[in-house]
């Protein structure tokens, strides 16, 4: 069932959970509303977030001289590497969140289809 997802949207299942948040104690009914209402903005501060922190890398960390200029080429060639890697799997992460996003919006749409099939009486042409 679609609806029952958590998500932060007015879904049967966020409301029931909003509910019993308040009942067992305030707090938890009201971070429960505070995610439904504003739950898409916290995603995208915890991206901003992760991003920031990313940005920063290991560079000022791991860069400075060891003595050792081998060690020292090896360490910044693997740094690099595992960059390059990083960089790589959040393409792909973007991709499959781009890809989950589309999903979603065919899902809505056929949703949406069916109910004004359904209510206008039409027979689904199978």
């Not at 501060?45 to 081998?70: C, E, L, W």
């Not at 790589?88 to 056929?110: G, P, T």
């Amino acid at each position: 069932m679609s609806t029952l997802t958590l998500r932060p949207a007015w879904t049967p299942l966020t409301v029931a959970l909003m509910v019993a948040g308040f009942v067992l104690w305030w707090p938890l009914g009201l971070a429960m509303l505070a995610y439904i209402l504003w739950g898409d903005r916290f995603q995208r501060v915890y991206d901003d977030a992760r991003a920031q922190f990313r940005g920063a890398g290991v560079d000022g960390v791991f860069r400075h001289s060891t003595g050792n200029a081998a060690f020292d080429d090896y360490r910044r060639r693997e740094l690099d590497r595992l960059d390059a890697e990083r960089r790589r799997l959040e393409a792909e992460v973007a991709a499959f969140e781009d890809y989950v996003r589309q999903l979603r919006q065919a899902k809505d749409r056929e949703e949406f289809e069916r109910f004004m099939r359904d209510r206008r009486g039409d027979s689904p042409s199978v």
